[in-house]
Nanobody, 125 residues
Framework: QVQVVESGGGLVQPGGSLRLSCAASGFTLDYHAIGWFRQAPGKKREGVSCISDGSTYYADSVKGRFVASVDSAKTTVYLQMSSLKPEDTAIYYC????????????????????WGQGTQVTVSS
């Protein structure tokens, strides 16, 4: 059974860093793309990043501050978040789809059939 589980959220001061993890269960990341999304209160869920063996994408709002990576065992995806801002506060989700590449519409939640439960990230002084 395909499952993804996020962890690593928490409270961090503006300018600080945090690393989120997305653990894969029931599959490896060889032929699966992992998308990171976030949803702030009252806002739509937005795509943050997508990583696969063949491609990596970032939203403009996080480019240069967030970096997605995969561990050597290809069972965990990380999202290293730096220079965090209050507007980064949201519930962060990872999701997966069986695909070698991130699609051109990687930022659309509808592209991903499997989702984790989310982890809260709060950026505040």
């Amino acid at each position: 059974q395909v499952q993804v589980v996020e962890s690593g959220g928490g409270l961090v001061q503006p300018g600080g860093s945090l690393r989120l993890s997305c653990a894969a269960s029931g599959f490896t990341l060889d032929y699966h793309a992992i998308g990171w999304f976030r949803q702030a209160p009252g806002k739509k869920r937005e795509g943050v990043s997508c990583i696969s063996d063949g491609s990596t994408y970032y939203a403009d709002s996080v480019k240069g501050r967030f970096v997605a990576s995969v561990d050597s065992a290809k069972t965990t995806v990380y999202l290293q978040m730096s220079s965090l801002k209050p507007e980064d506060t949201a519930i962060y989700y990872c999701a997966t789809v069986s695909s070698y590449y991130c699609s051109y519409s990687w930022y659309a939640p509808s592209e991903y059939p499997y989702w984790g439960q989310g982890t809260q990230v709060t950026v505040s002084s």
